[in-house]
């Protein structure tokens, strides 16, 4: 199981490997649902209102909380709840050498070891978190490695791990931090490689403009629907920060060596394609490559 959502209706869903199920079990009123999620999101020591009605937390060290209140939730409070491993997970407990993409997963644990920097994309549930964590485990454990998360979630082995969190605004809407706060905090804390948990923002700017300056080995996740998805995607996230669509090309190509697409099908999460950054004539694009590792 990966996800608890609690509708506005009270109906619960369990998230597992085969999909979406209600469960027998229903919390009665409105009021209840709003209740629980404002209990849950204090928990995290984050609040939930009418002037902050979205949150996102983390409950303890395994619980990701995602709530949504009146008058955004049209219909009524929604809470989903992200159940996170407490143990770190191996490349090998990731993808056996039977699955679909473990060919593509070992030219990632190469990249990896040789600094290459990566862009693990996919849909939601996908394991891009899971992975980047296998991945970093495999880092050398005298390399020290900043991770800068909305909400803490990448769960790692590596032994020097340093971890940075956005901060949300005080009921003044005053004190907040925000990821590109941190990706430009972590330039000034030796970093031998940056992780940022997933881009969505105008941190991108920041973290393709110091991926362009050193911290080679470096990792980052973003959302995305297919890996022909991902260039119109760090081009959105770019023009948030005021970069054009060549402007976000350019850099994005020397920045990034490797762009991973996990998907999820009845048999687990798996690498199912793997490419490289291109300039185009529109921007950005991306070219899709075998299991074999071509020359850069």
């Known amino acids: 199981m990966t996800d608890i959502i609690v509708t506005s209706g009270?109906?619960?869903?369990?998230?597992?490997?085969?999909?979406?199920?209600?469960?027998p079990l229903r919390i009665e009123t409105e009021s209840e649902v709003r209740s629980l999620a404002v209990e849950l999101?204090?928990?995290?020591?984050?609040?939930?209102?009418?002037?902050?009605?979205?949150?996102?937390?983390?409950?303890?060290?395994?619980?990701?909380?995602?709530?949504v209140i009146p008058p955004v939730a049209a219909m009524g409070t929604e809470i989903t709840i992200r159940i996170?491993?407490?143990?770190?997970?191996?490349?090998?407990?990731?993808?056996?050498?039977?699955?679909?993409?473990?060919?593509?997963?070992r030219l990632l644990?190469?990249?990896?070891?040789?600094?290459?920097?990566?862009?693990?994309?996919?849909?939601?549930?996908?394991?891009?978190?899971t992975l980047v964590g296998a991945l970093l485990s495999e880092v050398p454990a005298?390399?020290?490695?900043?991770?800068?998360?909305?909400?803490?979630?990448?769960?790692?082995?590596?032994?020097?791990?340093?971890?940075?969190?956005?901060?949300?605004?005080n009921t003044d809407g005053r004190g907040a931090v925000t990821l590109s706060d941190?990706?430009?905090?972590?330039?000034?804390?030796?970093?031998?490689?940056?992780?940022?948990?997933?881009?969505?923002?105008?941190?991108?700017a920041d973290l393709l403009s110091a991926?362009?300056?050193?911290?080679?080995?470096?990792m980052a996740t973003v959302h995305a629907n297919s890996l022909q998805d991902v260039p119109s995607r760090l081009t959105a996230l770019g023009q948030r920060a005021g970069l054009s669509p060549r402007t976000v090309a350019s850099m994005a190509v020397s920045?990034?060596?490797?762009?991973?697409?996990?998907?999820?099908?009845?048999?687990?999460?798996?690498?199912?394609?793997?490419?490289?950054?291109?300039?185009?004539?529109d921007g950005v694009s991306v070219e899709e490559v075998d299991h074999r590792r071509p020359q850069r």
């Open 10 to 23: 009270g109906q619960v869903w369990l998230d597992d490997p085969h999909g979406l199920r209600q469960v």
């Open 41 to 67: 999101v204090a928990a995290g020591g984050r609040h939930l209102d009418y002037a902050s009605p979205i949150a996102d937390v983390r409950v303890d060290p395994c619980y990701r909380v995602h709530a």
């Open 84 to 105: 996170q491993r407490r143990s770190p997970v191996s490349v090998h407990q990731f993808g056996s050498a039977g699955e679909p993409g473990a060919s593509r997963l």
């Open 109 to 129: 644990q190469v990249a990896v070891a040789d600094r290459e920097n990566l862009l693990i994309s996919g849909p939601t549930g996908s394991g891009k978190t």
């Open 142 to 169: 005298s390399e020290r490695i900043i991770i800068l998360e909305d909400v803490r979630e990448i769960v790692s082995a590596h032994p020097h791990l340093v971890r940075l969190e956005v901060r949300q605004a």
């Open 182 to 204: 941190l990706v430009r905090a972590s330039l000034r804390m030796r970093p031998d490689r940056i992780v940022l948990g997933e881009c969505r923002g105008p941190e991108v």
């Open 211 to 218: 991926l362009n300056t050193g911290h080679a080995g470096s």
């Open 255 to 281: 920045a990034i060596s490797w762009v991973a697409f996990l998907s999820r099908n009845q048999h687990g999460r798996h690498v199912s394609a793997v490419g490289r950054l291109r300039i185009s004539a």
